[in-house]
Each structure stands twice: as structure tokens, then as C-alpha cells.
T-cell receptor
């Protein structure tokens, strides 16, 4: 079955540093979605990428979808303490979302 | 903003008992989902539901589990004969269409004793 891997599993950064998480799928994805889960909270949708090579920005967050539609990345510029949480990518080649293992981001003030 | 609501927020049950977790999806959404998240682990897909039937289910979703839409608003997950390893957070989600962004509820924390 489909597997979605994310690296790193954990990342600690000083406030103001940049952060990147990478997502790799074993199969081609029709689209990829990114979610953020705050500690003790539920996944919250951030963005969906559909086109090969697509890049989207949300303020300090930059999302990229690979040319082969099998990988994606999320880059946060100048992290803030509000960025703390676990970032999941999720891919639906069919009718279910397969979540990646997540990257847990800790931002040290 | 409309949201997915789940009840109860926390359910404590003896092993072997049956539990029903309840969800009210967003009203104009057509696809409904259940996910499980064991503490500290990733979110795992259980089942998706559309047009009053299961459209997809994972290997986790065996005969112990069932889903139902008993009326026009509720969407339930029933777990029969619960086991210790069923202890997890269970999230309900809904989306307007298939493969569209999913909106998650706050979850039900299920603790099996």
C-alpha cells in the first residue's frame, strides 16, 4: 500500500531560524495536502497542492510539490513560537488520505 | 465558521465493552471520515463514508468497527468488544468532495481500562 514518509521526525529551532520538512510518497499523488496539529489539538488544513512543480506561499510558509508528484516540502521562514506543532503531509492517490509520519517542530524562544 | 463537532470529548470504557463515538459533520459536506491517532503517533485513516455507504476502509477497520449515519446530521463510529490497544484519539472529519481539504473535529479521547 501507499506509504508517506516525512523527515525529520523532530526539529528544534531557535525562534527566528528557518525550518523545512520533507515529504516523500511511494506512489504518485493526485494532490498533496498539508496539515498542522498543535499539541493537544486536531489537524488543521493548511494548503493543497495539485500541479506538478507547484509552489504556494502563505506568509512565512512556502509549500512545494515535486515535479514527479511524489514529494513535497514545507519551509517556514523566521520561525515564531506560534509555529510550534506537528506538520503532516497527506496524500490521496485514491479515496483515502494517507498521512505522513509528521514532523514535530519545537521553537525555542 | 462551521465546524465538525464530536462527542464525547473523553470516553472511558472497560475492556470488552462497546462504545459509540459521535460526530456531526459540517452540514453541506458530503464525505465523512474517521481517523485514529495513538498517543504520539501519526494520524491513521480508518474509514470514509459517502452516500450512506463505506467508500474506503483501511486494514485497521475490521469487523470490530462499524459506521452509521442514523439521521441527517450524525455520523457514528461503533467499536465492539473494545481492547486495550483501541485506546487512542479518534477524529472525525468531513469534506465537500472527495480529495478536497478535510475539516477535523476536536476528537474523542478513548481510554480502555
Amino acid at each position: 500500500g501507499q506509504q508517506v514518509m516525512q523527515i525529520p521526525q523532530y526539529q528544534h529551532v531557535q525562534e527566528g531560524e528557518d525550518f523545512t520538512t520533507y515529504c516523500n510518497s511511494s506512489t504518485t499523488l493526485s494532490n498533496i495536502q498539508w496539515y498542522k496539529q498543535r499539541p493537544g489539538g486536531h489537524p488543521v488544513f493548511l494548503i493543497q497542492l495539485v500541479k506538478s512543480g507547484e509552489v504556494k506561499k502563505q506568509k512565512r510558509l512556502t509549500f512545494q510539490f515535486g515535479e514527479a508528484k511524489k514529494n513535497s516540502s514545507l519551509h517556514i521562514t523566521a520561525t515564531q513560537t506560534t509555529d510550534v506543532g506537528t506538520y503532516f503531509c497527506a496524500g490521496p492517490p485514491a479515496r483515502q488520505l494517507t498521512f505522513g509520519s509528521g514532523t514535530q517542530l519545537t521553537v525555542l524562544p | 465558521e462551521p465546524e465538525v463537532t464530536q462527542t464525547p470529548s473523553h470516553q472511558v470504557t472497560q475492556m470488552g465493552q462497546e462504545v459509540i463515538l459521535r460526530c456531526v459533520p459540517i452540514s453541506n459536506h458530503l464525505y465523512f471520515y474517521w481517523y485514529r491517532q495513538i498517543l504520539g503517533q501519526k494520524v491513521e485513516f480508518l474509514v470514509s463514508f459517502y452516500n450512506n455507504e463505506i467508500s474506503e476502509k483501511s486494514e485497521i477497520f475490521d469487523d470490530q468497527f462499524s459506521v452509521e449515519r442514523p439521521d441527517g446530521s450524525n455520523f457514528t463510529l461503533k467499536i465492539r468488544s473494545t481492547k486495550l490497544e483501541d485506546s487512542a484519539m479518534y477524529f472525525c472529519a468531513s469534506s465537500v468532495r472527495q480529495n478536497q481539504p478535510q475539516h477535523f473535529g476536536d476528537g474523542t479521547r478513548l481510554s480502555i481500562l
